[in-house]
Structure formats: C-alpha cells, structure tokens
C-alpha cells in the first residue's frame, strides 16, 4: 500500500525561492558527500518523488512499519528512521527543505542473556579436551579473559601475539581503534603448544567466521550436556561478569574488556548472579561491633 499523501500545509523552506527538491534528490546528493547509502534503496524506491517539503514524521514512521512489519522498533528505526533524518537534515543544511524532528520509534529494553559462568567455562574446555579441539578452548578462552569479540579472535594473527610480554594486539576493534588485551597464564600455556603445531600464516585459532565458531560451540555443548552460550554469551558476555564477581570495579572492567559506553556495558553486559548473597557476605567479612 503506498504511503497516504499528507494534505497539511508544508513549513517554508529555510531560503525561499529556492528549488523545491526531491528526496530521491537530497537522498543522492547525502551519499555523494559521504552518508551511507545501505538501507536507502528501499525508501528512495517508496517516497523518492516526494518534495522535502512534504515529508513528515508520521508518514516517515508509517513507511518504517510497512517496510518492516514483522521487525522490532530498534530495526525499524536503524533501517528507516535514522537514514530518513540523516537525508533530512543533509537537505536542510542545503537549503532544500526543512528540518524536521523526526523521533526514534519506542524500542522494548533488549533482553539479558545469562553469561556463561565458570563452572561452565570448566565444563566445556573440559569437552573440548576429550573431543580434542584445543584451539576451540583456547578460543574461548580468549574471549571470555580478555573481553574480545569473536570477529576479533578469529581475525588475530600470530604476528599480533607477543607471548614473552604476554599480550594480544586486536586491530581495527569495533570502536575504530587498535586494543591491547592482557594474558593470563591459563592462556599463555595453551598458546605457546597451539603455536607449535601452527604455520606463520594460520590465524592464531584456525576459525575464519563467528558461525564456524557457533556451530563447534553448539556441537560441544551437546555432547557435555550443558547448554548452550554462543561465542558472544561465553566470551565477552562472561568476561564482565566474571570480572565484576571477583571484585573488580565497573571503569576497569570496561576499560580492560574496551567498552566505551556506560549505559551499554550496565544495561547489557552486567547481570550480577546472587548479589544479595555477596553483598552479606562481604558485610561478613567487616564484622560490625555490637555494641554499633
């Protein structure tokens, strides 16, 4: 069903007299200096013809529920909702139209997934040992002590590993920038024998993709009778819970497993088990005079 044809009247234009502009125009012009062209195609091919002038919010979240109706509000907003406001305000820093505030749609909390703990850690590592798939541990592993994402450890390179000073260079990480990740002694030990029977030009784990890794995660998973925590549960998801559970404060978690942000490190990635029972504990620990 196409868009309804809104019949209120247009604001004016930032400069009059200027030509009205399509946004199949000012969308063509925002990808030639620069924006980002991948979810444009389908809206330019729904409201390309219509004046900037006559774009509006309503309408522009009709489309993003016609586009995807069967999505959730956080799609609907990445793939029409922010391209659509980027295009507009492109148009209006040319003086094509309006600046309209357009809102995100509501978006629902995104849901805790349960990390993988370290009786688990022990379980699975312990697996991999009888299925005899030691960089699969050692993969994990990485994950789960130094935060690192699966794309980042299947990318890292023997070249990028320095054993005798006991780190891992990640390159080009997820927020733009090289990060320097620290190793135990756990993982030193299971390097320096995958090192052994690797070639100089293998990736340090041998997996090339998240869903070769997910795949074996899952399989092993099955035969020792746990369930199942996907690279991102079992890695970077472990590594802030696990951190937190041995005391360590939220800034050095974040900062040793590189999270930028927050509100996403506490909003998702910290999910505390039993922390009524710590905290006792730990009151425990400060016997208060009674007399207090």
């Known amino acids: 069903m196409d868009m309804p044809i809104r019949t209120a009247v247009a604001p004016p234009l930032a400069h009059p007299g200027t030509l009205v502009r399509t946004f199949a125009e000012a969308a063509a012009s925002y990808i030639e200096h620069g924006g980002q062209a991948q979810y444009l195609g389908r809206i330019v091919d729904r409201i390309g013809d219509r004046a900037m002038t006559e774009i509006f919010p309503f309408d522009v979240k009709h489309l993003a529920n016609q586009l995807y109706p ?36 509501k978006e629902d909390p995104p849901k805790r997934k349960k990390a993988a703990s370290q009786p688990w850690l022990h379980a699975f590592v312990r697996q991999c040992a009888k299925d005899e798939l ?54 030193i030990s299971r390097l320096y024998d995958l090192k052994k029977a690797s070639a100089a ?81 730990r009151f425990n620990v400060y016997q208060y005079d009674a007399d207090l």
């Open 70 to 105: 069967a999505h959730q509000n956080s799609t609907r907003n990445r793939c029409v909702i922010t391209p659509v406001r980027a295009v507009v305000y492109h148009a209006y820093d040319r003086g094509w139209g309006p600046a309209i505030r357009l809102r995100n749609l």
């Open 201 to 281: 030009s293998d990736p340090v784990f041998r997996y090339h993709n998240r869903h070769a890794v997910n795949e074996r995660i899952e399989a092993v998973c099955h035969r020792a009778d746990i369930p199942y925590k996907p690279s991102h549960t079992c890695g970077r998801h472990a590594f802030a819970n696990i951190a937190l559970s041995m005391g360590l404060d939220i800034k050095t978690t974040m900062d040793a497993g590189g999270w930028k942000s927050i509100a996403v490190f506490l909003g998702t990635y910290a999910n505390p088990r039993n922390a009524g029972r710590a905290v006792a504990e």
């Open 134 to 187: 030691p960089h699969l541990a050692a993969l994990v592993l990485f994950m789960s002590q130094t935060g690192a994402r699966v794309s980042e450890a299947v990318a890292l390179q023997w070249s990028e590993v320095d054993l005798l000073n006991r780190t891992a260079l990640l390159l080009k990480t997820k927020t733009g920038a090289n990060s320097t990740r620290f190793l135990t002694d756990q993982l």
